[in-house]
Nanobody
Framework: QVQLVESGGGLVQAGGSLRLSCAAS????????VSWYRQAPGKQRELVAT???????NYADSAKGRFTISRDNAKNTVYLEMNSLKSEDTAVYYC???????????????WGQGTQVTVSS
């Protein structure tokens, strides 16, 4: 049905930058809100940022001023630009999207497989 594929993770030094991508494919009528979550070892998954269908954004306090979420509706892709990275940003980053498969259908939640971000101090 719908697949979300994250990319762009990797190893970066503290203070560096990365841009994550989340590309959606499959049977898609519309993509509603899309969020990035992260989960560090031994910790619960936490919300990092959300962009809704109209482009409005929200950020966790830890991401404000450093991360920027954006979307390209023509490409069914959402990005997370991460700057001034810190060691505490090390985690697996997951994309979550609400997708309507057909006109008039409800929104269903989908998750990507995750991409590892490691920030060395």
């Amino acid at each position: 049905q719908v697949q979300l594929v994250e990319s762009g993770g990797g190893l970066v030094q503290a203070g560096g930058s990365l841009r994550l991508s989340c590309a959606a494919s499959g049977i898609i009528f519309s993509i509603n809100a899309v969020s990035w979550y992260r989960q560090a070892p031994g910790k619960q998954r936490e919300l990092v940022a959300t962009v809704n269908s109209g482009g409005s954004t929200n950020y966790a306090d830890s991401a404000k001023g450093r991360f920027t979420i954006s979307r390209d509706n023509a490409k069914n892709t959402v990005y997370l630009e991460m700057n001034s990275l810190k060691s505490e940003d090390t985690a697996v980053y997951y994309c979550n999207a609400g997708v309507s498969l057909f006109r008039g259908s409800g929104s269903r939640d989908y998750w990507g497989q995750g991409t590892q971000v490691t920030v060395s101090s």
